[in-house]
């Protein structure tokens, strides 16, 4: 048996609260409230408070969240009546309706119109907005909106006749079934209006000269070029390079000019101020006024003088000066143009402007030309000769300037090849005198080449019974090489330390010395410095030795008739005598001896005469290409 109203499996048992106060007065607040635990009373009616959207897969989000800054927009129209007016019953106007699916609110508003003579704008503020009596305790959803339906808001009744596909989507997506698109109206009053201006010619011109579209898209976008203006055929005039800037934003030109240092002018901040540049300049003189957007032909106003009311335009412009100026399509680089009568060539562009003319133009070729002048030819000074007085490079210092000042010593290789320490950085060769007198045939010095100064000192060593002193033979000085002329304006060549070497001839002043021998360090220093002592290098001496391969057989018999014994073996001053084409063995001609270079090296040996042997067995190995096995013997 069922029991009724017991309640059974009811929670909420809490009651609303309907009296209340309200200025210190007892009275019942709201009728629309539930009884006890939300139930609706006899009569009430529970009105929602949002759009109930339809539930999908994955977290459910409120609407606030769900749809932020999602609006649904409608195209709407409206019949607006026009009383007590005989050439228009009612106008046509059109309206924005925003639907906010956040908050189900709603907002109007109508789009501007050029000389309606009506208020545009905002026509309905954003809020909910309820539906029309009988249903005014409800509000409008989404559900209420639909295309080719009337929407009745506060009174007035609005034709919405198409959305977006944004609005279009979302409807197909909840359910709501698209009605088909219809077309707004044409507002009569304004179709008679606009046939009448199209067929009427104004009394002065509407000419707007809007440059903000220009100024919006190509603010701080400048064009560079780098110009030259030869002005060298005029009185003291000469190249000047320029540099052209090209404002895209309102077609105006700057130039500056770049000063090179000591040039003798003045520093100015610009060649020519930023201003629109005229095709065929310079113009002629104009009076104030003359050159302007529109003539001004008379003004008129009501009885006051201070007051203006309007301007008489000439609308035929019969007046007006046409100048034409330059623009961006005009420049490109190799084009002359016109600076107020003076010839610049556009020479080069930056990156930026060939981007530009290759986007925009197409353009491929941007061959640059040379602003420089061609360098003067070199004017070579002519020094007079040498006078005789102090040495050849203080004469040259007193010719340079009025002043003499000291020759500067190359400081640098002073302090890199000075000796320190045991390294002496000084080339020791023991020499002697090749002379006609036979008193001095027998007499041996001792050249020294110091690589920091390039000087050379020869010592005659001390001997008893010789009849000579003995001592420093030339101190430490540089050496002039012989056949040049004394009094001449360039400098002396000297003796240089690539010229020494063993077997060499060196004429000091007039006496010819033959270098016989090195010491230890010489030869070492000239083996590692090998690049300027080719003479040093054993691989370029064996080199040469293989060269002599015809002369082989010649060569051995020498050697043959040298070794008495059968010994297979001679010693090493028979072998240098055979290398030489001595009188002791067979004699050769010149064009058969070993080279110097090889000989050379032999004498690094010098110290231990089984390496000695060796070395020459080595080098009769070479010579006669033979294997060293038959000559060398441990």
């Known amino acids: 048996m069922e029991v009724p109203r017991l309640g059974i499996g009811k929670e909420k048992f809490h009651k609303s609260q309907h009296w209340g106060f309200c200025n210190n007065v007892r009275m019942l607040v709201s009728e629309d409230k539930p009884g006890i635990g939300g139930e609706l009373l006899l009569g009430q009616k529970m009105k929602p ?90 509000f409008y959803t989404v559900y209420h909106f639909n295309i080719n339906v009337d929407i009745v808001l506060y009174g007035r009744t ?37 046939e009448k201006l199209d067929c009427v010619e104004p009394l002065r011109p509407y ?25 060298s055929g005029s009185l003291f005039g000469d190249r000047r390079e320029l540099i052209l800037h090209y404002f895209l934003s309102d077609d105006t030109i700057e130039i500056k000019e770049v000063m090179p240092h000591n040039s003798g002018r003045d ?8 201003r629109k540049l005229p095709k065929y300049g310079p113009p002629g003189v104009y009076q104030p006024g003359q050159i302007a957007d529109r003539t001004v032909l008379n ?16 609308k035929y412009k019969l007046g007006n000066l046409d100048q034409e100026f330059y623009k961006d399509s005009d420049l490109s680089i190799g084009t002359t143009i016109n600076v107020w009568g003076r010839k610049v060539l556009l020479c080069d562009c930056d990156e930026f402007t060939k981007t530009y003319y290759k986007t925009k133009y197409g353009i491929e070729n941007f061959t640059s030309i040379s602003c420089k002048a061609p360098p003067p030819p070199k004017i070579e000074r002519k020094f007079p000769p040498y006078t005789g007085f102090g040495s050849e490079e203080d004469s040259l210092r007193s010719c340079i300037g009025l002043v003499p000042t000291p020759h500067r010593r190359n400081f640098k290789k002073f302090m890199e090849k000075d000796s320190y320490g045991n390294i ?37 060593p001390i001997e008893r019974n ?27 060549e000297y003796v240089k330390a690539e010229e020494l070497y063993v077997g060499a001839k ?25 690049d300027k002592f080719p003479r040093s290098n054993i691989k370029l001496a064996l080199q040469k030795v293989k060269e002599e391969e015809s002369k082989s057989r010649e060569l051995k018999q020498v050697f043959t008739a040298a070794d008495c014994k059968h010994t297979k073996m001679v010693d090493y001053n028979t072998f240098r005598k055979a290398e030489n084409g001595g009188a002791q063995s067979t004699p050769l001609k010149s064009e058969h001896h070993c080279p110097k270079n090889v000989i050379q090296l032999e004498e690094r040996v010098e110290p231990s005469p089984i390496i000695r042997e060796k070395v020459m067995c080595v080098n009769l190995c070479v010579c006669t290409l033979t294997p060293i096995s038959v000559f060398l013997k441990t």
């Open 424 to 460: 002496s950085n000084t080339l020791r060769f023991f020499a002697k005198l090749i002379t006609h007198k036979c008193a001095d045939v027998e007499r041996m010095f001792v050249i020294s080449y110091f690589l920091s100064d390039d000087t050379i000192s020869v010592f005659e």
């Open 267 to 274: 520093a100015m901040s610009l060649f020519l101020q930023r």
């Open 299 to 314: 003004v008129y106003g009501g009885l006051s003088r201070r007051r203006v009311y309007s301007y008489l335009l000439d």
């Open 49 to 138: 408070k949002y759009s109930v959207f339809p539930k999908e897969m994955g977290t459910g989000l409120p609407s606030w969240v769900a749809f932020d800054k999602q609006v649904l927009s409608f195209d709407a129209y409206l019949e607006d009546e026009v009383p007590d007016k005989s050439q228009e019953n009612y106008r046509i106007r059109c309206y924005k309706i925003y639907f906010y699916l956040e908050d189900d609110t709603i907002q109007v508003n109508e789009p501007a119109l050029k000389n309606s003579g009506l208020p545009k704008g905002i026509f309905i503020r954003r809020h909910r907005i309820s539906l029309p009596p009988p249903d005014e305790d409800q």
């Open 158 to 194: 609005f034709k919405i006749y198409d959305c977006d596909t944004f609005t279009k989507n979302f409807l197909k997506k909840i359910g709501v079934k698209l009605n088909p698109p219809g077309q707004c109206p044409e507002d009569p009053y304004m179709k008679t209006r606009r």
């Open 506 to 530: 060196v004429d000091v002043n007039g006496y010819l010395f033959l270098l016989l021998n090195a010491d230890e360090y010489t030869l070492n220093y000239m083996e590692k410095n090998s």
């Open 207 to 231: 000419e707007s000269f809007d440059t903000l579209k220009q100024f919006l898209e190509y603010d701080r976008k400048v064009l560079r070029f780098f110009c030259l203006w030869d002005d």
């Open 466 to 492: 010789s009849g000579y002193t003995g001592g420093m033979f030339l101190k430490r000085t540089r050496v002039k090489k012989p056949g040049q002329e004394v009094f001449k304006s360039e400098f002396s």
